[in-house]
């Protein structure tokens, strides 16, 4: 069974702009969330999508959105890019969210550099 | 806001050295769970813990869930080269409508050959 795929693995962009990430659940997984990770950093909760719906959102700005698809794929997308966003973005997915069965799969990330 | 700490931020050890990690949370969870990032990598999972007072090991590790249901401990035993990494606890905290899985803040482990 594969894993949880993100594309791209790297990514460079200039401040202003904006990007979009992309993340493949592994099969059968209805729920993707995402998360920032910076140098020393912990894991900084984005938002979680279940089923194309988002049912969590953590604390950072609307610059920041995403989206799921029906088949479960989901993206983000970060506009007017900062030099703070420079971070690794997490893509995790789960078969059964918010329960005690809950058990996340993290894909190997995007590498986001902000020049 | 709720939030999951964790002492310590960074350790570093000899190896064959015992390591021990420790989870707070603010709040009552219903479970805990356990990940490690190696350097380079990404978070995998370890481990969950939903009882009060629950003890689970694996082979060198051995972890704990307080009995308060608010505190949690990963205690490595003869720690080897393979132990680096960060190790994240991740509480799930029932909300209402919805869940939420909350990482703590993370502890760098490094081992000394």
């Known amino acids: 069974k594969a894993g949880v795929t993100q594309t791209p693995r790297y990514l460079i962009k200039t401040r202003g702009q904006q990007v979009t990430l992309s993340c493949s659940p592994i099969?059968?997984?209805?729920?993707v969330s995402w998360y920032q990770q910076t140098p020393g950093q912990g894991l900084q909760f984005l938002f979680e999508?279940?089923?194309?719906?988002?049912?969590n959102k953590g604390n950072f700005p609307g610059r920041f959105s995403g989206r799921q698809f029906s088949n479960s794929r989901s993206e983000m997308n970060v506009s007017t890019l900062e030099l703070g966003d420079s971070a690794l973005y997490l893509c995790?997915?789960?078969?059964?969210?918010?329960?005690?069965?809950?058990?996340?799969?993290f894909g190997s990330g995007t590498q986001l550099s902000v020049l | 806001g709720q939030q999951v700490m964790q002492i310590p931020q960074y350790q570093h050890v000899q190896e064959g050295e015992d390591f021990t990690t420790y989870c707070n949370s603010s709040?009552?969870?219903?479970?805990i769970q356990w990940y490690k990032q190696r350097p380079g990598g990404h978070p995998v999972f370890l481990i969950q813990l939903v009882k009060s007072g629950e003890v689970k090991k694996q082979k060198r590790l051995t972890f704990q869930f307080g009995e308060a249901k608010k505190n949690s401990s990963l205690h490595i035993t003869a720690t080897q080269t393979t132990d680096v990494g960060t190790y994240f606890c991740?509480?799930?905290?029932?909300?209402?409508?919805?869940?939420?899985?909350?990482f703590g803040t993370g502890t760098l482990l490094a081992v000394q050959p």
């Open positions: 991740a509480g799930l905290r029932y909300g209402g409508a919805t869940n939420k899985l909350i």
């Open positions: 999508y279940f089923s194309e719906t988002q049912r």
């Open positions: 709040t009552t969870l219903s479970n």
């Open positions: 099969s059968g997984h209805r729920s």
């Open positions: 995790a997915s789960s078969w059964e969210p918010g329960t005690a069965n809950e058990k996340l799969f």
